[in-house]
């Protein structure tokens, strides 16, 4: 596929790309961000400060990793991005391949979540919002070595039926329906992690039951709460 087949999807990803670092939630060329194209993904190059990013040096791959609009490796022609892609392809594949439903990934190194997950701790349902990520707990998938097979079935597994979990020594991944939910999402899961951490300076704070939790995830479901950016007119 032609670099040219996507240029809003190419402008859009480099902007939320650069938004990760500007609302706090990433910090150098850590973290990176894919969106679903025919066939494959477009994703964010290896260690390419967003700043310099533009949109023809994002990276599109099938899911086993191979250049789209490049199979053979060697750069022909002007839609052919030079990058590599990000060392993290395999997650964004992985999770893409495995969840139709989903158009975004989204990885950080968001301070707070990335504190709990040094631990190895979910952020559990001390706070209703926690919904927002369609589960009562948002897990923590176990540590691999960047850049692996292993971690991106491991964070597979975590996010079976969610839209978020921890990498252990690492991070976050959010995803969405699009850019920006995986974006908010993201800012949502950093923002319980520091409410949760600063709970837990006066103790394991109360849980709400699965049975409200449920409640919550239903309500904002019906509401489809946190959507209104993308549906005009509603809430
Ligand atoms: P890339 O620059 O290769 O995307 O890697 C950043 C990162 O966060 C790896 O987990």
Redesign the pocket.
């Known amino acids: 596929m032609p670099a040219d087949a996507q240029p809003e999807l190419r402008q859009q990803l480099v902007a939320v790309a650069r938004r990760m670092n500007s609302s706090g939630i990433n910090q150098g ?4 961000l894919s969106a679903r194209i025919p066939g494959g993904l477009l994703i ?1 190059p ?2 390419l400060p967003y700043e310099q990013m533009e949109p023809e040096d994002l990276v599109a791959i099938d899911f086993g990793g191979n250049p789209m609009d490049n199979p053979t490796g060697h750069p022909k022609g002007h839609h052919s991005s030079p990058r590599r892609p ?3 392809w395999q997650l964004h594949a992985e999770i893409l391949r495995s969840r139709p439903e989903i158009e975004a990934v989204l ?1 950080c ?1 968001s301070i707070h979540a990335t504190a709990l997950a040094c631990h190895g701790r979910p952020i559990p349902s001390f706070h209703y919002m926690v919904a927002m990520a369609g589960t009562a707990t948002i897990p923590c998938a176990p540590y691999s070595t ?2 692996t097979k292993a971690l991106s079935l491991d964070a597979v597994r975590a996010l079976e039926g969610k839209l978020a979990c921890l990498l252990a020594q ?1 991070g976050q991944v959010a995803l969405g329906r699009n850019l920006d939910q995986a974006l908010r999402l993201a800012i949502e899961v950093e923002t319980l992690a520091h409410m949760y951490l600063q709970a837990l300076t006066l103790g394991e704070p109360p849980l709400l039951d699965a049975a409200e939790m449920e409640r919550v995830i239903a309500l904002m479901g019906s509401m489809h709460y946190g959507q209104a950016a993308d549906r005009p007119g509603q809430s």
Not at 29 to 32: I, R
């Open positions: 060329t850590s973290g990176n964010t290896t260690s990000s060392s993290e990885h190194h960047f850049g690492h």
